[in-house]
C-alpha cells in the first residue's frame, strides 16, 4: 500500500523549494487570475469546506497546464460576528462547543485560552486552516496572505467606502433591519443559525374591530378582505391587550414586542390565552360583514401579529382548517362555545376568477393535493402555486365592487391604498421565515434610525451590475437567471453596526463596517499586498491618493510619491500587479452566497472600477453531504479536514470530493468512497510504475489496433476538455481515468498475443505509456502529488503541474478504425452469449462474413438512408435494377427486411462513414484478431466467407451472415 502522506509532503515542499506556485507578472504570458472566498477561522475547516476550495485549486491547474501564468491566493476575514460569536459561546463554556473542540476538531484543551479572545481565535484556526490548505497540495501564493484587521487593510477598506459614498450608494436613513435583541445588532445571513437569510417583507394589517378594539390581521393579499369568512386566532398561545400608538390592540405576546423594535409606543394592558377571545364577533371594515373569530391550531404567534384573517377560497390553510373544524367532535364546539349549525354554514366567498380554472383556486388545489390537515406540510406548496397563479392571471369578480374586473396585480395596491388612507389598515414589516441567530435569540425586525446602508436598490447602479452580468462567465451556467433576480431584488444592506472587529466608517468612526461590505473588492488587493507588505509604508499615510494611483492610474504619481514615502518606481510596480492580474478571471464559491456576496462583489466593482476591471467569471459548486445527509455538529457526522487527509489520503480526498457530483449538485461523501478511491488510485500507481520500468526503443510501427486505442484516447481528451471548459469536474475524471481505463483493458487484451513476437513489442509498450503519460497530466489538477510521482518515475525531470494540458489531435482520431473494431468487439459479446446460453467449452469457433451481394444491397440501403428515402419496398426495387442482384429474387426481400431495421437503428453519421468506407474485407480483419479470439475462448477459431467453395458449415449457420454482423456457430 502506497503511503499518500509520504508523497504528498515530498511533492508539497518540492513545489515550496522552487517557489512555483509564486506568481509575478510575466510580460508576454497571459494571466488567469482566481479566488475564492477567505474562510472566516472561527473553527477548523471540515471535508465540507473541502469541496469549494479544492474546485478552485483544481480550476487554477488546470488553466496554469493550458499555459496561463496563474495566481491563486489566500486571506482571512477576521471581521465580523462569525469570529466573536464562537469567542462568546467559549467564554461561555457552551458545551455543545466545548465537546465539538475537544472532541472532533481534537483542540488540546490547554489551548482553549488562547482563544478566548477574536484575534486570539481567528489567528489559531487560520494557522490551522493554512496547514491543511497547504496538507491538501493548494497550489497558493501564500506571499499574498493577509487579514482583515490588518492595519493597510483598514485604509483600503476606508477608500472603497469614500468611492462608494462618492456615487451616492451610501445613504443613511430608517430602515427595517434583521435584527437580534440579545447581540443589540443588525442580522445578515452570516450571523444566523443555518446561515438563513433573513428576508424582511411588509405585511398589510387590516384592522377588524369589535367595538373600540382593533383585531389586526397581518396578510401579503389585501385584495381578498373582501373573501373573508372569520377571523383565526390560535386558542394556545398567549395574546396581549395593548394600547399601540392610542389604539387598543389585540395582537400574540411576541407581536408585541416586536411592534416597539418597529418604532411603536406599546402598553401591555393585559394578557390572556386565545381561547378566550374564541366565539367574538368583528367587523370586516370593507364590507361592514360581522365574522366570528374561531380556533386554528396553523397560526403562528411568531408571524406577524399571530391574527390572521380567513380566506378559505383563496388562501388553502384557511380552507383546511375552516373544513377541520367543521368536522369536529362536538367537545370541541362546546369547548368554545361555538354553534355547529353556524360553523357550518361558512362557506368559501370566491371574489378571484383564473381562466381555466373553477370556482376556487383554493378549494381546487386542496382537493387535488388530497390535503385534510391544517398541519399537513404540502399546505405550503399548495399556497405559493394558488397565489402565484391568482397572483399572475386572476381578476377580480364582481362582488369587490370598485374593484371588480381589476386585474389581483393592481387590485392589491389599489385596496391597501384605500383602506390605510380610510384608516381600515396599516403595515408592519416582518420576517418571511423565522430566523435565529447565532447567539440563540430569534431574529426580528427592527425600523433602524440613522443607519448606514449600501443603496442596492439603485437603478442606475442595478443597470451596471447586469450589464457586468451579461459579460460575464456563468459555472453553473444554469445559474444565470439567479444572479439577475437578486441583481432586481436586491434593496438597502446595512453596512455598519457598532461591535467587532473591522473598520470604522471613516466619516463616522462609532461605526464598523460588517462583513459582507468589507469583504467585496478584496480580490484586488491581493495584487497589490505583497509588494506594500516589502515597502511597509506608514498605515496612515495610505490615503485615497494612493489608492486612486495603484487601482485607478488617477493622480500624479510624484505627489503620492511625496505624501506617502513610497518611491515611484515601487509605486508603479505596485500599479502594474494589479494591471496586469486584473480583472478578476473567475471567483470561486458556495452556491449560498448568490444572493449576497457574490452579487455584492459584481455591485462594488461595477462601482469603483472602469468595465475593463469587471470581473469576468464566478464558479459556484454545491455542498457536500456526509452518507447522504447534510453535516452537522449536531449529527456527529463532521470529519475534519486535517483527520480526513490523514486518513485517506490528499489525491483520494480530492478526487472523492470531485468525482461525486457536478458543481450544481451537492456532493455525497462517505469514508468508503475515500477507501476505494484510494485502494483504485493505488492501482493506478502500482501499474503505472510497472509500465515506467520498461524502457521504450525508437522503432515505432503502427498496427491498427494501436491506431484504435490512440484514437479513442484523443476521444477521451476531447471529453474532458469538453467538460472542462464548464468545469463538469466528475465527466472529466469519468473520461481520464475510468472510461479511458476501460478501452486501455480492452487493448491490452487484444495485443496479449502480439506482444509475444519482438517486432510489436516495443510499439506496444509505447502506446501504453503514451495513453498513461496522458491520463496522468489529464489527472493533475485533480491528483497533483500521485501525478508529480509517477511523472518523476517516467523519467521527467520538470513538474507535471507545468506541463501542456492534452488537446486532442485530430491526425489520430480514426473514425473507420474505430468502426471496424467494433466488429470485433461485437463478436466477442456474440461468442460469449452463446456460451452463456448453451452452456459449452468450445473447441472451435466459426466466423462466416457476408458474401458480396449482401454488402451490395447493404451499401444501397446506406444510400436510401442517407437520401431518407429508406423503406423495404424502395430497397427491393432498387436492388432489382441490378442483375446479379435481380438473380437472388428471393432471398432479397428477407434480407432487405433485417438490413433496413438494422439501417435504421444507425447513427446519421455512422452511415455516412460506413458508405465512405464501402465494402469492408472483414475476414482480413478477424484473421488479424484470430489470436486474440483464440486466448480469450482457448479454443480453435476459422474464418470463412461465407461464399467461400471451402466452407465448412455443419449447423447451417453461414447464410446469417450481414455486413458488420458475421454469423457465428460454436461448436
Ligand atoms: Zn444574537
Not at 462567465?473 to 461591535?499: F, G, M, S, T
Not at 492534452?806 to 452463446?834: A, F, G, M
Request: charged share 25%.
Amino acid at each position: 500500500m502506497v503511503d499518500w502522506n509520504v508523497i504528498e509532503e515530498k511533492w508539497q515542499k518540492k513545489w515550496d523549494d522552487a517557489g512555483v506556485f509564486e506568481t509575478d507578472p510575466i510580460e508576454g504570458k497571459s494571466k488567469y487570475y482566481l479566488t475564492v472566498a477567505y474562510p472566516y477561522p472561527n473553527s477548523p475547516q471540515h471535508i465540507g469546506h473541502g469541496r469549494t476550495y479544492t474546485l478552485t485549486d483544481v480550476h487554477a491547474r488546470y488553466r496554469r497546464m493550458q499555459g496561463y501564468n496563474v495566481l491563486f491566493p489566500m486571506a482571512w476575514h477576521f471581521t465580523g460576528t462569525p469570529v466573536i460569536a464562537m469567542v462568546e459561546r467559549l467564554k461561555n463554556r457552551d458545551p455543545r462547543l466545548l465537546q465539538t473542540f475537544l472532541n472532533i476538531y481534537n483542540i488540546p484543551e490547554d489551548q482553549l485560552h488562547e482563544l478566548e479572545t477574536s484575534v486570539g481565535m481567528a489567528t489559531y484556526f487560520s494557522q490551522e486552516i493554512k496547514l491543511g490548505m497547504q496538507k491538501m497540495g493548494f497550489s497558493i501564493d501564500w506571499r499574498r496572505e493577509f487579514t482583515t484587521i490588518d492595519p493597510y487593510y483598514s485604509k483600503f477598506i476606508e477608500w472603497q467606502f469614500k468611492k462608494l459614498r462618492e456615487k451616492g450608494y451610501i445613504i443613511q436613513g430608517s430602515h427595517p433591519v434583521g435584527w437580534c435583541p440579545r447581540c443589540g445588532n443588525p442580522v445578515g445571513q452570516h450571523d444566523t443559525v443555518g446561515d438563513k437569510e433573513p428576508e424582511i417583507e411588509e405585511f398589510s394589517i387590516i384592522k377588524f374591530r369589535h367595538n373600540d378594539t382593533v383585531y389586526p390581521a397581518a396578510t401579503l393579499r389585501p385584495e381578498t378582505v373582501f373573501g373573508v369568512t372569520n377571523i383565526w386566532l390560535n386558542p394556545d398561545v398567549l395574546y396581549v391587550e395593548v394600547k399601540v400608538d392610542g389604539e387598543t390592540w389585540i395582537v400574540s405576546a411576541d407581536a408585541a414586542n416586536k411592534l416597539q423594535f418597529l418604532g411603536h409606543e406599546v402598553e401591555i394592558i393585559s394578557e390572556f390565552l386565545g381561547s378566550k377571545l374564541i366565539g367574538n364577533n368583528l367587523t370586516n371594515p370593507m364590507t361592514d360583514d360581522e365574522i366570528p373569530i374561531l380556533p386554528a391550531t396553523f397560526v403562528n404567534p411568531k408571524n406577524a401579529t399571530g391574527v390572521v384573517m380567513s380566506v378559505p377560497a383563496h388562501a388553502p390553510f384557511d380552507y383546511v382548517a375552516l373544513e377541520q373544524l367543521k368536522n369536529s367532535p362536538k367537545q370541541i364546539f362546546e369547548k368554545y362555545g361555538l354553534r355547529q349549525s353556524e360553523i357550518s354554514k361558512l362557506k368559501p366567498i370566491s371574489l378571484i376568477s383564473i381562466d381555466g380554472w373553477g370556482e376556487s383556486a383554493s378549494v381546487d388545489m386542496v382537493k387535488k393535493m388530497g390535503i385534510t390537515d391544517q398541519n399537513d406540510p404540502k399546505l405550503g406548496k399548495a399556497t405559493k402555486e394558488v397565489y402565484s397563479a391568482e397572483y399572475h392571471n386572476g381578476k377580480l369578480r364582481s362582488n369587490t365592487g370598485q374593484y371588480a374586473n381589476m386585474t389581483v396585480e393592481n387590485a392589491k395596491e389599489a385596496v391597501q391604498e384605500d383602506m390605510i388612507s380610510d384608516g381600515h389598515a396599516s403595515t408592519m414589516y416582518d420576517l418571511i421565515e423565522p430566523v435565529q441567530c447565532r447567539c440563540g435569540s430569534d431574529v426580528i425586525v427592527k425600523i433602524f434610525e440613522n443607519q448606514w446602508f449600501i443603496n442596492y436598490g439603485d437603478q442606475g447602479w442595478k443597470a451596471l451590475a447586469h450589464e457586468n452580468l451579461n459579460n460575464m462567465e456563468i459555472i453553473p451556467k444554469e445559474l444565470r437567471r439567479e444572479y439577475d433576480h437578486v441583481i432586481d431584488w436586491l434593496k438597502r444592506k446595512a453596512c455598519a453596526r457598532n461591535v467587532g472587529m473591522g473598520t470604522p466608517l471613516p466619516w463616522a468612526p462609532e461605526w464598523i463596517i460588517e462583513s459582507l461590505s468589507d469583504s467585496v473588492i478584496y480580490m484586488s488587493y491581493y495584487t497589490v499586498i505583497k509588494d506594500i507588505n516589502r515597502i511597509k509604508p506608514d498605515a496612515e499615510k495610505l490615503t485615497e491618493l494612493f489608492w486612486d494611483y495603484i487601482y485607478l492610474g488617477l493622480g500624479d504619481v510624484e505627489a503620492v510619491s511625496n505624501i506617502t514615502e513610497i518611491p515611484i518606481t515601487e509605486l508603479e510596480k505596485i500599479r502594474e500587479q494589479f494591471t496586469y492580474f486584473y480583472p478578476l478571471d473567475a471567483r470561486h464559491s458556495g452556491r449560498d452566497l448568490i444572493p449576497n456576496h457574490l452579487t455584492f462583489m459584481i455591485f462594488n466593482h461595477d462601482a469603483i472600477f472602469p468595465r475593463e476591471n469587471w470581473p469576468k467569471g464566478i464558479v459556484v459548486n454545491g455542498s457536500v453531504l456526509m452518507e447522504g445527509s447534510k453535516m452537522s455538529k449536531s449529527l456527529n457526522n463532521i470529519i475534519p479536514l486535517a483527520t480526513a487527509i490523514q486518513q485517506f489520503g490528499a489525491d483520494p480526498l480530492r478526487l472523492s470530493l470531485m468525482i461525486t457530483a457536478e458543481p450544481l449538485k451537492d456532493a455525497d461523501f462517505s469514508p468508503e468512497l475515500a477507501k476505494s478511491i484510494g485502494d483504485n488510485l493505488d492501482k493506478f500507481y502500482t501499474n503505472a510504475l510497472q509500465i515506467a520500468a520498461i524502457p521504450i526503443e525508437d522503432e515505432i510501427e503502427y498496427a491498427e489496433i494501436d491506431m484504435w486505442m490512440l484514437s479513442r484516447l484523443q476521444k477521451y481528451i476531447k471529453e474532458a476538455n469538453e467538460a472542462m471548459i464548464e468545469m463538469k469536474v466528475r465527466k472529466t475524471i469519468h473520461s481520464a481515468l475510468y472510461n479511458l481505463n476501460q478501452d486501455l483493458e480492452w487493448y491490452m487484451k487484444r495485443v496479449a498475443p502480439q506482444k509475444l513476437r519482438n517486432e510489436r513489442k516495443n510499439t506496444i509498450q509505447y502506446v501504453i505509456r503514451k495513453v498513461l503519460e496522458t491520463q496522468v497530466k489529464l489527472l493533475t489538477p485533480f491528483t497533483p502529488h500521485l501525478s508529480e510521482e509517477i511523472w518523476e518515475a517516467l523519467g521527467n525531470e520538470d513538474f507535471i503541474a507545468f506541463e501542456k494540458w492534452p488537446i486532442p489531435d485530430e491526425k489520430l482520431i480514426r473514425q473507420d478504425t474505430e468502426e471496424l473494431e467494433n466488429i470485433i468487439r461485437d463478436s466477442i459479446e456474440d461468442v460469449k452469449k452463446i456460451i452463456n446460453v448453451t452452456g459449452i467449452t468450445p473447441y472451435q469457433i466459426s466466423f462466416y462474413t457476408a458474401t458480396g451481394w449482401k454488402w451490395k444491397v447493404y451499401m444501397k440501403a446506406l444510400v436510401l438512408s442517407q437520401k431518407g428515402r429508406l423503406d423495404i419496398g424502395t430497397l427491393i426495387r432498387d436492388s432489382f435494377k441490378d442483375d446479379e442482384l435481380k438473380a437472388r429474387q428471393k432471398e432479397i426481400p428477407a434480407l432487405a427486411r433485417t438490413l433496413v431495421e438494422d439501417v435504421k437503428k444507425t447513427p446519421v453519421e455512422t452511415v455516412k462513414r460506413r458508405l465512405d468506407m464501402g465494402v469492408i474485407n472483414e475476414v482480413n480483419l478477424i484473421e488479424d484478431a484470430a489470436g486474440f479470439f483464440q486466448k480469450e475462448f482457448g479454443c480453435d477459431v476459422k474464418i470463412y466467407n461465407e461464399s467461400d467453395p471451402w466452407v465448412e458449415d455443419p449447423a447451417n449457420r453461414a447464410k446469417r451472415a450481414k455486413p458488420y454482423r458475421p454469423a457465428i456457430y460454436v461448436a
